[in-house]
């Protein structure tokens, strides 16, 4: 199975502050990486696919980046609505697995 | 609007069955790949299932295999999925979700919409 490591597990930041999020794959997997958005009690949102592709009506400060096995997500200005956790996801290989997730807080 | 609502799930006993049930509206339902993934209380999403399309293919999560069944009803826009000799590792949150691509396959799985979510909780 392919693992996903995401580093750090949590961060604390401002409004305004670019953030950046890693994630590392165990196998190469191409661009076959995902990002979601998730708040509690909600389902997961998907923010990028094919790791830099931005799904629709997602805001532009969301950027993802990388191939192989590393790969990014950075926010160029945090907004308050972006305080959730984030996950990676490969959707490379069965089983299709997540990474740990990364929580961002205040 | 691509809507997905979720029935089924609640209170099991170790060893018990459910089915979940995942009614999907605003989309061709037969022309998308569709997948189940679970959330453990505190934990990251885990894939669970996944079909393609015209229900010809599935596959499963090994530690799912040979216990739950995924299937799908494209006259009835309806995704299920069966849960069989439940366990207490099984207890979290099932989600539906609809893959991006409307190719219908059951590979590179990218979920662009998500039902509501329904708690299965297994007590021994």
Redesign the interface.
């Known amino acids: 199975d392919i693992q996903m490591t995401q580093s750090p597990s949590s961060l604390s930041a401002s409004v305004g502050d670019r953030v950046s999020i890693t994630c590392r794959a165990s196998e190469r997997i191409g661009k ?1 990486l ?1 990002w ?1 958005q ?1 708040k509690p009690g909600k ?4 923010l990028i ?2 790791a830099s592709s931005l ?1 629709g009506r997602v805001p532009s400060r969301f950027r993802g980046s990388g191939s192989g096995t590393d790969f990014t997500l950075t926010i160029s200005s945090l907004q308050p609505d972006d305080f959730a956790t984030y ?1 990676c ?1 490969q ?2 290989t ?8 990364t929580k961002v807080d205040i | 609007e691509v809507q997905l609502v979720q029935s089924g799930g609640g209170l099991v006993q170790t060893g018990g069955s459910l089915r979940l049930s995942c009614a999907a509206s605003g989309f061709t339902f037969r022309g998308y790949g569709m ?1 189940w ?1 679970r959330q453990a209380p505190g934990k ?4 669970v299932a ?1 079909i393609s399309g015209s229900g010809r293919s599935t ?1 499963y ?2 530690s799912v295999k040979g216990r739950f069944v995924i299937s799908r009803d494209n006259v009835k826009n309806t995704l299920y999925l069966q849960l069989n000799t439940l366990r207490v590792d099984d207890t979290a949150v099932y ?1 539906c ?1 609809k893959d ?1 691509s409307p190719t219908g396959a059951d ?6 919409s ?4 329904t708690l299965v909780a297994v007590s021994s």
């Open positions: 076959y995902n979601y998730q389902p997961p949102r998907l696919y094919a799904q996950y996801h959707s490379h069965l089983p299709y697995n997540f990474g740990p997730g | 997948s993934v990251a999403p885990e894939w996944i596959y999560a090994d989600y979700a991006t590979d590179d799985p990218v979920w662009d998500w039902g509501q979510g």
